[in-house]
Nanobody
Framework: QVQLVESGGGWVQAGGSLRLSCAAS????????MGWYRQAPGKQRELVAT???????NYADSVKGRFTVSRDNAKDTVYLQMASLKPEDTGVYYC???????????????WGQGTQVTVSS
């Protein structure tokens, strides 16, 4: 069973930094694209950053230049280094990972339970 476990959320003042980690497990074929999404109160979940297994990254315009996504393929772990945080970055951050079901060879994806990030002004 695939599981994603996030850690590293918390409270920080505007301008501060936080680092999120997401450890994935349970996929015998490994993980393909991994990434981070967030959901602010009253808003839809939105993409923050993704990274392919080869290291190609993609960022939301709102976080470019401030956030850095990275991964350790040996540990099946994805990270999100967040700097120059703003109050509008507040929300629940969810880890997402794509993997191939070995029974059907169909690509699917899983979500972590989410970790709260609160940025105060």
């Amino acid at each position: 069973q695939v599981q994603l476990v996030e850690s590293g959320g918390g409270w920080v003042q505007a301008g501060g930094s936080l680092r999120l980690s997401c450890a994935a497990s349970g996929s015998i074929l490994g993980f393909n694209d991994m990434g981070w999404y967030r959901q602010a109160p009253g808003k839809q979940r939105e993409l923050v950053a993704t990274i392919t297994s080869g290291g190609r990254t993609n960022y939301a315009d709102s976080v470019k230049g401030r956030f850095t996504v990275s991964r350790d393929n040996a540990k099946d772990t994805v990270y999100l280094q967040m700097a120059s945080l703003k109050p509008e970055d507040t929300g629940v951050y969810y880890c997402n990972a794509h993997w191939v079901d070995p029974r059907s060879f169909i690509m699917t994806n899983s979500w972590g339970q989410g970790t709260q990030v609160t940025v105060s002004s």
